[in-house]
């Protein structure tokens, strides 16, 4: 995939490492901006999804990039700056640990990985290679989540009282037969996959670590969890309850996160897709006007060039896996009520 130069750079030399659905839909997004991203490869080692790849490419008019099976044997043919990862879950861990270790910068799907010890795993890795590791969930990467975060941080709201939050999609059948569903693959269900949009987000406006924990999870039969109820306490003694129902009528997504500070209520989605704030004495939920989304691989873009700070580093990852971890420990206990350790501290890039 050849681009020209922009504004007189170089154009970033761009690996991908997965190749399916959600690649795919990135994939879509690059090809708009060939002035500034050149894919030189692809790590897939799935026949029939890199033939569905290489058929995206080709619908663009654009020639599709060497294809290498083994991620291994790509770092060690292409000459690259950064590496995209949207593979199966279980693989983000070792992958992104590789990459980074190859000096390649990295913009990487959600989950970031499969549990809070692999996350302290990946920070030390960022930290001691020097790299830049992006968590792509448009929550965090949104201004919306970026806006309302700095507002609570900034304390002209006062503290958070309580959040709810929920996510809903018809998840459980489409994803019947996939590694979606397999969890030695996915790490989890509905709450680890669309719902971790959910956790992250939640996470990432609390902006604190949680001290408490109790949840029920539920498969309906399924391979693994398609619904879940969790109710936890923030450090600063906030309340915090989240549902998640993948089980839904066909068709049906959506979310709402309401956070309750003394000051002012405010409300977004998971995905960062609106904002509306509530504030002291006001007439009501008011819109608010946000400058324009620049999307996954843009804001990683605008990250690395130093134009903005890092909006959902590793340390963020951090905390939705341990929430994680804390929900399916309490579920496997009968809703018991989860001690969380205080996180031990590293430095954010």
């Known amino acids: 995939m050849k681009s020209a130069t922009s504004k007189g750079r170089a154009p970033l030399r761009l690996v991908l490492v997965g190749a399916g659905g959600m690649m795919r839909h990135h994939i879509t997004d690059l090809l708009k901006m060939r002035d500034r991203v050149e894919v ?13 790849t290489r058929a995206v490419f080709v619908a663009g008019g654009v020639k599709p990039p060497t294809r290498i099976r083994e991620l291994d044997g790509l770092l060690k043919r292409v000459k690259a700056d950064a590496a995209f990862i949207a593979s199966p879950h279980v693989y983000h861990h070792d992958q992104t640990v590789a990459c980074l270790e190859t000096g390649l910068d990295v913009l990487l799907e959600k989950p970031m990985v499969m549990n809070g010890e692999e996350a302290r795993s990946l920070i030390e890795a960022r930290d ?16 919306s989540i970026r806006l309302a975060g700095g507002w609570l941080r900034s304390g002209g709201l006062g503290p958070i009282r309580a959040i709810t939050g929920m996510a809903f999609q018809d998840w459980a ?12 693959i996915s790490g989890g269900g509905f709450l680890f996959d669309t719902g971790a949009h959910l956790l992250n987000t939640v996470c990432d406006l609390a902006g604190e670590d949680f001290v408490e ?9 399924y391979p693994v969890e398609v619904r879940g109820a969790v109710r936890g306490v923030l450090r600063s003694g906030a309340l915090v309850t989240l549902m998640a129902a993948g089980v839904c009528p066909p068709g049906v997504i959506g979310s709402q996160i309401d ?20 504030r002291s004495r006001g007439p009501g939920l008011r819109k608010v006007r946000l400058p324009r989304s620049l999307g996954v691989v ?3 873009l605008a990250v690395r060039a ?4 890092n909006p959902c580093p590793p340390e963020v990852g951090l905390r939705m896996a341990r929430l994680y971890d804390a929900i399916v420990a309490s579920s496997t206990r009968g809703g018991a009520a989860i001690k969380l350790e205080k996180t031990r501290p590293s430095r954010p890039r």
């Open 259 to 278: 956070v309750f500070a003394e000051q002012a209520v405010i409300r977004t989605g998971i995905w960062g897709e609106r904002l509306e704030v509530w």
């Open 40 to 52: 030189v490869a692809i790590a897939e080692p799935d026949d029939k999804q890199a033939r569905l």
């Open 213 to 221: 924990v109790s949840a029920t999870l539920s498969d309906d039969g």
């Open 306 to 309: 130093g134009e903005i700070e």
């Open 298 to 300: 843009d804001t990683f």
């Open 173 to 184: 059948v489409n994803t019947v037969g996939t590694w979606r569903q397999r969890p030695e």
């Open 128 to 143: 001691r290679t020097g790299r830049l590791l992006v968590v792509a969930f448009p929550g965090s990467l949104s201004p």
